[in-house]
């Protein structure tokens, strides 16, 4: 999981920036087996920590709380790879 953050570097355009998760994607997934390969990334606006309960005191993210927590996403059927809870602007 990575966070943009737009003081960290010169922030792409959000076409930019959906190129290059796409290609990051395909790359990764070229090194994985078929049941194993990434369909869609679903990038979100909030970090994943402790104090929101998706990650563990170990650092360890909640498998149960990240499903229910974007349910939604994964169900509704979108034929994008790239989808933005917060598109950028």
Known sequence: MAKLNP???DRPSPQAAERLLRAEMERVNTQLENHEKI???C???EPWSIGN???TPAMKFR???V???YA???ADGRA???VWQDPMA
């Open 53 to 55: 309960g998706i990650m």
């Open 63 to 65: 498998r149960h709380v």
């Open 72 to 74: 939604d996403w994964v």
């Open 43 to 45: 990038i979100v606006g």
């Open 80 to 82: 994008e790879t790239v």
């Open 67 to 69: 499903e229910q927590r």
């Open 7 to 9: 003081l960290a570097c």
């Open 39 to 41: 369909a869609r990334l």
